[in-house]
């Protein structure tokens, strides 16, 4: 079956970074595109982050642009976040995400597949 698994996240300080993880299986990986989400205490899930088959298009939500990088490798099955300028309104459950697609439909449409969420905490 399809497994998403995260890991990675913790607690850090303002200004610092964390590495998100995601371990894929169950699917062909390298035909998806795959992405993050995050949900905050009473708040939404948003979209984060979105990566195409072959890793050559990102996509970013504004207010994590040019402090988040998205990677993947289709050789491990992988998904990688490296998030960093870590603010604490980054703190969220974040989740990892997958869609039989290009990876910028997960900007605008729900993904196929969740995982379970892993938690970050960033103190000020």
């Known amino acids: 079956q399809v497994q998403l698994v995260e890991s990675g996240g913790g607690l850090v300080q303002a200004g610092g970074s964390l590495r998100l993880s995601c371990a894929a299986s169950?699917?062909?990986?390298?035909?998806?595109?795959m992405g993050w989400f995050r949900q905050a205490p009473g708040k939404e899930r948003e979209f984060v982050a979105a990566i195409s088959w072959r890793g050559r298009g990102t996509y970013y939500v504004d207010s994590v642009k040019g402090r988040f990088t998205i990677s993947r490798d289709n050789a491990k099955n992988t998904v990688d976040l490296q998030m960093n300028s870590l603010k604490p309104e980054d703190t969220a459950v974040y989740y990892c995400?997958?869609?039989?697609?290009?990876?910028?439909?997960?900007?605008?449409?729900?993904?196929?597949?969740w995982g379970q969420g892993t938690q970050v905490t960033v103190s000020s």
């Open positions: 995400a997958a869609k039989n697609g290009p990876g910028s439909s997960l900007t605008n449409s729900p993904p196929e597949y």
């Open positions: 169950g699917f062909t990986f390298s035909s998806y595109g």
